[in-house]
C-alpha cells in the first residue's frame, strides 16, 4: 500500500502544486483524474522520487503489520528498487533498439546477470507485442509503440508500485485500447497509479479513483460510491446551440456535447431545474466535472 | 502484498560499462559524420601530396578544444541533467550516476583522441613529416580540460546554451566596441597602461612558444584541476536532498 499523509509542495516561485494530499493507495488500479494545473504530474513526481515535496510524508510498504515499509522521502533510492515509472513524456536515445535500451535499462534497474537481463527483456517485448521491432530504433516508432515501450522499461524487475501519468494522450483508439488492456494485465498484483484527465480510462480500468483540482484532493472513492451520491443531481437537456449562451448564465453547466447538430447540456442541481431538464443517471464524467465545478466555487 | 520484494541496487562497475556502452550506441551518427569528414580530407591531402604538394601543413593546431567543450552536448542531448528524467529514476545515486555519464565520454573521447592521433601519424609520415612534429599540434590536455568544462557546464546550468550563446556574444561584442574605438582612442590607449601592454605581449608570445617541461606540468595540473573542480560541482547540484 501507498500512503501519503499531509503531502504538500510549494514550487520557488510561491506556486502551491500539492496541499495537503492524504491518500492511501492499495494494491491494484488506482485512478487519479484531474485537470491540466492539478497537480497530478508533481504528485506523480513526488511519488517517483523525482522531487521531494516540501511538506508531508509517503510510505511504501505492506499493507499488513509485517514487512519492510520504505519512507519514501527519507530512502528513495530503495523505493527506486521496486518502483516502474512511465511519465507523460520520456525521452529516449533515439538512434538506440528497443532491445538495446531495455537491456541498458535492466542493468541501471540491478538486473546484473546477462541471462537474466536477456529473459527478463525478451519476455518485455513479447509482452507489449514489440517482439517484432525489437532491433528498430527508437526514433522510427509511433505513438503507440513508444508508449507500450514505456511500460515495458517500467516493468523491468517486477516492480512492486507503477507510476504512469497521462499514458493514452496522443494514441489513436485502437492504440488506445491495446494499451489499456495492457496495463489491465500488470494491475492485478501490484499498486498501479494511473493518472489522467481522460475520464473514460479511469471509469474503465480503476476500482478506486480520486478527483484533484487545485492541488487538492476534492472526492476520492470507489466510482459506483461516487456515481452513487451524484444520482439525482444531474441533469439534462437538448438544445439548440443559439441558446447555448442564455443556458449558460441561467444555469451551471457541468458539460456540453454535440450530438446530431444540436447541444446536449448536463447541469448539476440538488432539485429540478425545470426549464425542461429530465433528470439522468449521473457518470463518472458528470461526477468528475461536478467536482471541479464545486471546488472552483469554493475558490 | 505481504512481502515486497527489493531487488538490490545495480553494482557500481556495471553502472560503468553500461554507460559506455549506450553513449557509444547513442554516437553513432557522429561517428559516421566524423568518418566521412575524415575519409574527405584523407582523399583531399593525398591528392594534394600526389599532384606534388605539400599536403600536410605542419604549422597551427588542431581546434580539438573547441569539439571537446561541444562533445557533451551530443552526449547528453537525449537526457535531461534538471527536471523529471529517466535518469533520475534508477537506484543509483545521481550525482555518481552523472559522473559516470561523464566518464563515459571520456572513454569514447579518449578513443577519439587515440584514433585522429593515428590517422594524422600516418598522413604525417606520408607526407614526410615526423611524429613529434605532428603530435604537437594537437593539444591533448586542452581537449581533455574543455571536456571537463562543457561537462561542467551542462551538469551546473538548467540552460546552458544560453550561457555559451551569451558569453560568445558578449565577447564578440566588446571585441567589436574594441575595434571601433581603436580608430579615435584605442582601447590600449584607454586602458591606459604601457604594463598592460607589454605584459599581453609577454603572455601572448608565452602561448605561441612551447612550454618548458615546468611550465608545461603547472598547466595541466591547473587547466585539469581547475575542469575536475568545475565538474563536481556541477554534479553536486544533483545530489539527492532529504528532508529529514
Redesign the interface.
Known amino acids: 500500500m501507498l500512503t501519503l499523509r499531509d503531502v504538500s509542495h510549494v514550487y520557488p516561485n510561491g506556486t502551491r502544486a500539492l496541499d495537503h494530499v492524504t491518500l492511501s493507495i492499495p494494491r491494484g488500479m488506482y485512478g487519479l483524474l484531474g485537470p491540466n494545473g492539478a497537480g497530478k504530474s508533481t504528485l506523480m513526481r513526488a511519488i517517483a522520487t523525482l522531487q521531494t515535496p516540501t511538506e508531508g510524508t509517503i510510505r511504501f510498504g505492506p499493507s499488513t503489520g509485517s514487512g519492510e515499509v520504505i519512507d519514501v522521502i527519507r530512502e528513495p533510492e530503495k523505493l527506486r528498487r521496486t518502483l516502474g515509472y512511465l511519465p507523460q513524456d520520456f525521452g529516449v536515445y533515439p538512434r538506440v533498439s528497443a532491445y538495446e535500451m531495455l537491456d541498458h535499462m535492466a542493468v541501471l534497474k540491478g538486473v546484473a546477470s546477462p541471462a537474466d537481463r536477456k529473459v527478463t527483456v525478451e519476455t518485455l517485448l513479447q509482452q507489449v507485442n514489440l517482439w517484432s521491432v525489437r532491433k528498430k530504433t527508437l526514433s522510427g516508432f509511433s505513438g503507440g509503440m513508444r508508449q507500450r515501450f514505456g511500460i515495458a522499461q517500467a516493468l523491468i524487475g517486477n516492480p512492486e508500485l507503477i507510476i504512469v501519468d497521462e499514458p493514452t494522450a496522443g494514441l489513436d483508439p485502437e492504440e488506445r485500447n491495446r494499451f489499456l488492456n495492457l496495463l489491465a494485465e500488470i494491475g492485478e498484483n501490484v499498486v498501479v497509479i494511473l493518472s489522467t484527465h481522460i475520464v473514460a480510462d479511469v471509469s474503465d480500468l480503476c476500482p478506486r479513483v480520486a478527483v484533484l483540482a487545485d492541488g487538492r484532493v476534492q472526492r476520492e472513492g470507489a466510482p459506483q460510491e461516487l456515481i452513487h451520491a451524484a444520482r439525482g443531481r444531474i441533469w439534462m437537456k437538448v438544445i439548440e446551440r443559439g441558446e447555448l449562451a442564455r443556458y449558460r448564465e441561467q444555469h451551471e453547466l457541468l458539460s456540453t456535447r454535440l450530438f446530431a447538430g444540436r447541444t446536449v447540456v448536463h447541469v448539476l442541481s440538488d432539485r429540478d431545474p425545470g426549464d425542461g431538464f429530465t433528470p439522468i443517471d449521473a457518470g463518472l464524467e458528470d461526477v468528475y466535472f461536478s467536482t471541479l465545478a464545486e471546488s472552483r466555487r469554493a475558490a | 502484498?505481504?512481502?515486497?520484494?527489493?531487488?538490490?541496487?545495480?553494482?557500481w562497475r556495471?553502472?560503468l560499462v553500461?554507460q559506455v556502452?549506450?553513449v557509444g550506441?547513442?554516437l553513432?551518427?557522429v561517428l559516421l559524420v566524423v568518418i566521412v569528414v575524415l575519409a574527405a580530407f584523407t582523399f583531399l591531402i593525398a591528392r594534394d601530396l600526389l599532384s606534388g604538394g605539400e599536403g600536410f601543413d605542419s604549422s597551427g593546431m588542431f581546434p580539438t578544444p573547441l569539439i571537446s567543450f561541444l562533445f557533451p552536448f551530443a552526449i547528453w542531448l537525449?537526457?535531461?541533467p534538471f527536471g523529471?528524467?529517466?535518469l533520475?529514476?534508477?537506484?543509483?545515486?545521481r550525482r555518481r550516476?552523472a559522473l559516470a555519464k561523464v566518464f563515459a565520454g571520456f572513454v569514447w573521447l579518449a578513443l577519439a583522441l587515440a584514433l585522429f592521433t593515428a590517422w594524422l601519424l600516418a598522413l604525417g609520415a606520408l607526407a614526410g613529416v615526423g611524429p613529434a612534429g605532428t603530435i604537437m599540434r594537437i593539444p591533448y590536455i586542452g581537449t581533455i580540460a574543455t571536456y571537463l568544462f562543457g561537462s561542467a557546464l551542462l551538469l551546473g546550468l538548467r540552460h546552458p546554451l544560453k550561457w555559451v550563446f551569451g558569453t560568445a556574444g558578449l565577447l564578440l561584442l566588446v571585441g567589436g566596441v574594441s575595434q571601433a574605438l581603436e580608430h579615435s582612442y584605442g582601447m590600449n590607449t584607454l586602458l591606459g597602461s604601457s604594463r598592460l601592454f607589454f605584459a599581453t605581449e609577454r603572455l601572448h608570445s608565452a602561448w605561441g612558444s612551447l612550454p618548458g617541461p615546468g611550465q608545461w606540468i603547472l598547466g595541466t595540473f591547473l587547466s585539469l584541476g581547475a575542469g575536475l573542480a568545475a565538474l563536481l560541482a556541477a554534479a553536486s547540484r544533483h545530489r539527492?536532498?532529504?528532508?529529514?
Open positions: 502484498m505481504s512481502e515486497m520484494t527489493l531487488h538490490p541496487a545495480p553494482r556495471d553502472v553500461e556502452r549506450i550506441l547513442s553513432r551518427p537525449h537526457e535531461k523529471s528524467s529517466f533520475w529514476i534508477f537506484p543509483v545515486e550516476l539527492e536532498r532529504r528532508r529529514r
